[in-house]
């Protein structure tokens, strides 16, 4: 304390900025490593950039050293662009750490606050609770805790760290009196004072050292490379095919043959496709956060469309997590909260002592702490009981944290004499009562007094009530405190019964719907009375056709098989006076049932079943800093209705990729069968493309409409249809066949239609030479042009198609898409730029074709469009 400049009552808050200028924040900076360059490197050599790497060498083996240039220069754009889009992406990612700021209560001018842990200092006193995350480097003071050290040391039991260590042997990480920052509080309490923050921590050294950064490539970006590779094998294999066959059957010379060899595997190529996807993600990440779902991986967005059930805790998910106090029940029978008796004078005084949380009566919103405990301080105060944080912390002996198995919690305090007071589940309590407090004193408490308690306790839960029992027990005088769990918990008193209301949040009955729709199952998992849970789910349609409940302790003996068959029956459940340890057990279960399961979760305990559910959804309001780091997703509002919302944008999402896949798959087929035209005619037919003008076509039209694709809002119906199965492929078979054979055939069929009427209109007949220098010359190039302006028709014809996989266009507005609006107005202005411009049509070879077959391409567009919505409203009648 004295080398720190601190004290007990804390730093100043004036000390404490100048000590955060002089330190600087309490934060892991990362050094500019070579990360960047190895992501960048990564461009270069993904399957479809080596494709073109190909055929670029291609090109300057032929002789066409210019092509080849033009090649390496469209690899080089590509790249650059996919690295801008994937660190947007990072960027995005990075930022949610904005979203879900560390916070630590510290002591300052004498009192506690909340500040966030990049503003700890040293000198800092630290309160150190089970559930918090220790945010630096600290040596207690006062009191024990048990740490998670595996961050630092691998090591997976907690350690104990206790103020009254003094063992000075071994390295600083054994030292039985520090904490550590990046460390996890998984049960008792403290007071510490910071020496070391940011890069100064142990923490911070092991960071110094590594600076590592890991990328987490989801499913969907694994099954997207393997298409390219997919697609690099293909287009190989057919060139290599038809190079001979070009040679030796068509006759052609050779360097048309490799002409053609390039021009297929250019025309093959979907520039762009993966880092599309990433950015896709990213912006659904960025969406969600804004909603109030905090998703900490890329790859969670696209798990979230497919999740299948939902086990959610009932109190600060479903309902408001704003508890008041509305009935106590005594001996004398069932009162109004608030209203002073003989018996609950005891019952205020045990409810004010066997509480953490910190509460004002004029300022009960400014409160802080446990809502239940928030509740009943409130209540107390209203019996005239004393619940200042004072006295209580000054009477307190020792204290026996909730115990989430147990459902109890104690404490030990001298209060005049030593007496424990002790709150939680009735049936918990009653199991440990012997006596019965009645207004000349405690009785011992007979069966018909247990039968009346357990009545009260039913009827207060069958009205959706929470219910909590309190009771205490004098230590006889010159008696030491009890310091074991056991020993405290025995022979208690009851004093009666505490009824509290958590209305349910009005969002979510519409929600529960939403995923009754969406074919969603949901679980209820908590740790509140049957009863309670099961009205509670009543109340947002939970279960409306019946609803089967089931406790922590009928699952205790339930075999695996009873479980698995109890999942497997379909019904909507509640597990109620469920242990955090029920949570993994039915994850696990129903994981094994092939669904795709998210969890929520708070507690400490709650993080293995948060770690081991497919999406782990940890609760960012009441949720501790355990919980929220083993989660893939943090509600900053706690809401359930935000988990079903993030359920929707991860549908969304996938939709959104599946679309603009189809967009960038469709310009395949007319990209590629002119040169099969070219080739099957023996050179008859002249190319109807040149490989500029694709890339020109693939790199300058087709991005910016893709990306805007990836922008798409929800489609109509999109929560009224069943998960996808975990297994389905983003790209599929009627998928596929959409792109390659409608959107592309018809797009092909008009690009060389267009192309040929161009040809015949100029005089040209099949074998007539249109190589530079002859007569037909400018003929061709007006054709290839007309080539170029159709694949760009259709196009547009193609986005709009795309923009819905099942429901029309109409229902979604054909002008929704701002984005897309503007990418078509880019694709449409660079064309003309292409076209007007001297240099850049001498580059991509252009003539502009007559203004009557200019006159035809608006139909193009239509045609595409509108045969793919007589499609989509065939395939609606057959699967309605």
């Not at 939403?514 to 099961?534: E, F, K, P, S, Y």
Request: proline share 6%; aromatic share 4%.
């Amino acid at each position: 304390m004295r080398d720190l400049r601190t004290r007990p009552e804390g730093l100043t808050a004036r000390e404490a900025a100048r000590r955060l200028q002089a330190h600087g924040p309490n934060v892991l900076t990362s050094r500019s490593g070579h990360g960047w360059a190895r992501r960048l490197l990564g461009q270069f050599t993904h399957p479809l950039a080596l494709l073109l790497w190909l055929a670029a060498v291609l090109a300057w083996v032929s002789g066409t050293t210019a092509l080849a240039v033009a090649i390496v220069a469209v690899i080089l754009v590509n790249a650059a662009l996919a690295f801008a889009q994937e660190r947007q992406a990072e960027r995005a990612v990075s930022a949610l750490a904005a979203y879900l700021p560390v916070r630590a209560r510290v002591i300052r001018d004498g009192v506690g606050a909340s500040i966030e842990a990049a503003d700890l200092v040293p000198g800092d006193i630290l309160l150190v609770e089970e559930g918090d995350r220790v945010s630096a480097d600290a040596r207690l003071l006062a009191g024990a805790v048990e740490v998670d050290m595996s961050t630092l040391t691998g090591e997976s039991l907690p350690a104990f760290r206790s103020a009254d260590a003094t063992d000075l042997g071994g390295t600083v990480l054994d030292a039985k009196d520090l904490v550590f920052s990046g460390t996890n509080c998984t049960g008792g309490a403290a007071r510490a004072v910071v020496f070391a923050t940011g890069m100064a921590t142990e923490l911070g050294r092991i960071a110094a050292l590594t600076q590592r950064v890991g990328h987490d490539e989801s499913p969907l970006e694994r099954q997207v490379k393997r298409v390219a590779w997919l697609i690099a094998a293909v287009a190989v294999g057919v060139g290599l095919a038809f190079l001979p066959l070009g040679v030796l059957v068509a006759g052609l010379p050779l360097s048309d043959s490799f002409q053609f060899a390039i021009g297929l595997l250019v025309a093959n190529v979907p520039e762009g496709l993966l880092p599309t996807i990433t950015l896709a993600l990213a912006v659904g990440v960025r969406v969600l956060a804004r909603g109030g779902a905090v998703v900490k991986r890329l790859s969670a967005v696209e798990t979230l469309g497919s999740t299948t059930v939902i086990c959610t805790d009932k109190t600060g998910t479903l309902t408001r997590n704003r508890m008041r106090v509305t009935e106590i029940w005594t001996s004398d029978g069932a009162l109004h909260a608030g209203t002073p008796a003989a018996a609950t004078a005891l019952l205020a005084r045990t409810a004010a002592a066997c509480a953490n949380a910190e509460v004002d009566p004029a300022a009960p919103d400014d409160a802080t702490g446990d809502p239940t405990e928030i509740a009943l301080l409130l209540a107390a105060a209203d019996l005239g009981a004393d619940i200042s944080v004072e006295p209580r912390q000054a009477a307190r002996v020792r204290q026996f944290h909730f115990d989430p198995t147990l459902r109890l919690m104690s404490t030990v305090d001298d209060l005049g004499g030593v007496v424990v007071n002790t709150k939680g589940a009735p049936e918990e309590v009653l199991r440990r009562t012997t006596h019965l407090q009645v207004p000349g004193g405690p009785r011992p408490m007979s069966a018909e007094d247990r039968a009346a308690v357990e009545a009260a306790a039913a009827r207060f839960a069958a009205r959706g009530l929470r219910v909590l029992a309190l009771a205490y027990r004098e230590v006889p005088p010159g008696t030491p405190a009890p310091t074991e769990r056991t020993e405290a918990e025995r022979d208690l008193v009851l004093l009666g019964l505490v009824a509290m209301v958590d209305p349910p949040r009005p969002e979510v009955a519409d929600a529960v719907d939403r995923c009754h729709r969406a074919g969603i199952r949901l679980i209820v998992v908590t740790g509140d009375n049957g009863l309670t849970a099961a009205e509670i789910a009543r109340q947002v349609g939970i279960g409306s056709s019946g609803i089967t409940v089931v406790t922590g302790a009928e699952l205790e003996t339930m075999p695996e098989a009873d479980l698995d068959a109890l999942l497997r029956d379909g019904g909507e459940l509640v597990f109620a006076r469920s242990s955090p340890e029920v949570k993994l057990r039915v994850a696990d279960a129903l994981r094994a049932q092939g669904h795709v399961v998210a969890m929520t979760g708070d507690g400490v305990n709650d993080a293995p079943a948060l770690r081991r559910a497919d999406i782990g959804v940890a609760m960012g309001r009441s949720g501790t800093d355990v919980a929220r780091e083993a989660a893939t997703m943090v509600l900053t509002d706690d809401n359930f209705a935000t988990i079903v919302t993030a359920v929707e944008a991860g549908r969304r999402v996938f939709d959104n990729v599946r679309k603009f896949i189809v967009y960038i798959f469709a310009h395949a087929t007319p990209e590629v069968l002119p040169f099969l035209v070219f080739a099957l005619s023996g050179g008859a037919i002249p190319l109807p493309l040149t490989v500029p003008q694709i890339l020109a076509v693939d790199l300058g039209t087709e991005t910016l409409p893709a990306l805007a694709l990836g922008r798409e809002p929800a489609e109509p119906g999109l929560m009224d249809r069943p998960p996808r199965h975990r297994g389905d492929n983003v790209i599929d078979r009627p998928m596929l066949t959409r792109a390659w054979a409608l959107l592309g055939g018809i797009s092909a069929l008009l690009v060389l239609g267009g192309y040929l009427l161009t040809l015949l209109a100029g005089g040209w007949t099949p074998g007539a030479p249109t190589g530079p220098g002859t007569a037909l010359h400018h003929t061709w190039q007006q054709a290839t042009t007309m080539s170029f302006l159709g694949i760009v028709a259709c196009q547009i014809g193609t986005a709009f198609a795309a923009r819905t996989n099942h429901a029309p266009l109409r229902a979604i507005g054909a002008l929704s898409n701002r984005l897309l609006l503007w990418g078509i107005a880019f694709e449409l202005a660079f064309t003309a730029a292409v076209l007007a411009i001297p240099p850049l049509a001498r580059v991509f070879g252009m003539a502009l074709p007559p203004l009557w077959q200019i006159a035809l391409l608006p139909l193009f567009p239509v045609l595409v469009w509108g045969a793919d919505e007589l499609w989509r409203a065939r395939r609606r009648r057959v699967e309605g």
